[in-house]
């Protein structure tokens, strides 16, 4: 599959600047993979597609206040987003701009100190600090992606109800239309509720930048499938998946045999499901591998089409956007 078969138009209007408010007033996209058949919602509606038998899996990771302005020596200033842990104090970030950055050179946070280790490649370097959590909770920013205006406000919107597992530098955003109200609505439908984790890096949210998708390079991203999830999915009648982290996670468990680790699993088109049968996640940014991942559940058509629908219909995109619901994907879509 070619990157380009992962564009479209969209009007930067449509970029959502604030989550629905309440959150479950989003709207939700329907669209059945098996018929074909696009319907519209809310998504307090949500608990309507679930049923006895479902297991509806979140992502409880927790976003870190990753972002991070340091001074080099000779006083210029550099953007760190820290993305993931590496080894006991080491950190993989990003950095902007990269080109300044020197192994071995001192940074300063406020009045902390911290060290750059190596360059990684693509504007990453390794970062140690004695206390780096500490640091960014104590001078770190909420990771809010470039289309969103950063304040007070969107910055304390930019995380799950059901957050809990600290170590993104990304929200699940499929996660951001649920409420406790609509949580408990699921139940009561029947479907269970599982708990996975994947902590968002760059692997999420690097955009493709090579022509052919097989040659794109995921990084690494860390999940956890607890024993309590992995029976809870195993004995279910159908896998809903909050959100295209935690298919990753739930796929990447089923690829290794490992429920915890690392996972560098890119899923496009030609990949074959093997866990996820419905999967609820945001409308993505073009020649992302998160759009290549919905492509590969649903099928390319029936994709662009309720694209296209949202795009008409001026559903909001992106991180604080609406829902879609794909049924009938995944492992339970018949070949194409």
């Not at 050179?105 to 902390?112: F, H, K």
């Not at 949580?183 to 994947?198: M, N, P, Q």
């Not at 590969?296 to 604080?320: H, P």
């Amino acid at each position: 599959m070619l990157a380009s078969e992962l564009d479209y138009e969209l009007p930067e209007t449509l970029i959502a600047q604030r989550p629905a408010s309440p959150r479950d007033s989003s709207r939700l996209l329907v669209a059945d993979a098996k018929t074909g058949a696009i319907s519209h919602h809310v998504f307090r509606d949500l608990p309507r597609f679930l049923g006895p038998g479902d297991a509806l899996v979140l992502n409880e990771t927790k976003v870190l206040p990753a972002r991070l302005i340091v001074r080099r020596p000779g006083g210029g200033q550099t953007e760190l987003l820290f993305l993931r842990e590496v080894r006991d104090g080491v950190w993989e970030t990003l950095a902007r701009p990269s080109r300044r950055m020197r192994a071995g050179m001192d940074l300063l946070a406020g009045e902390e100190t911290l060290r750059v280790m190596e360059p990684l490649g693509e504007g990453r370097w390794a970062v140690a600090g004695p206390d780096v959590r500490g640091t960014l909770r104590r001078r770190g920013r909420m990771p809010l992606p470039p289309y969103i205006e950063a304040t007070p406000e969107t910055e304390r919107e930019y995380q799950t109800v059901y957050a809990r597992n600290e170590g993104s530098a990304a929200a699940p955003t499929a996660g951001f239309h649920f409420t406790e109200g609509v949580l408990e609505r699921a139940a009561r439908a029947g479907a269970g509720v599982a708990r996975v984790t994947l902590h968002v890096g760059s692997g999420t949210f690097a955009p493709i930048r090579t022509g052919d998708l097989c040659k794109h390079r995921m990084h690494a991203e860390h999940y956890a499938v607890p024993e309590e999830a992995a029976r809870s999915v195993e004995r279910a009648r159908r896998v809903v998946a909050a959100g295209t982290t935690v298919a990753r996670a739930l796929e990447s468990w089923a690829a290794s045999g490992e429920r915890e680790g690392e996972t560098e699993v890119f899923i496009y088109p030609g990949y074959e499901w093997k866990v996820v049968d419905a999967l609820l996640t945001n409308f993505h940014l073009p020649r992302s591998t998160l759009l290549a991942m919905v492509m590969s559940f649903a099928g390319k058509d029936l994709v662009r089409e309720a694209y296209e629908i949202a795009v008409r219909e001026r559903y909001r995109f992106y991180s604080f956007g609406d829902a879609m619901l794909l049924l009938n994907g995944g492992r339970r879509r018949s070949p194409s």
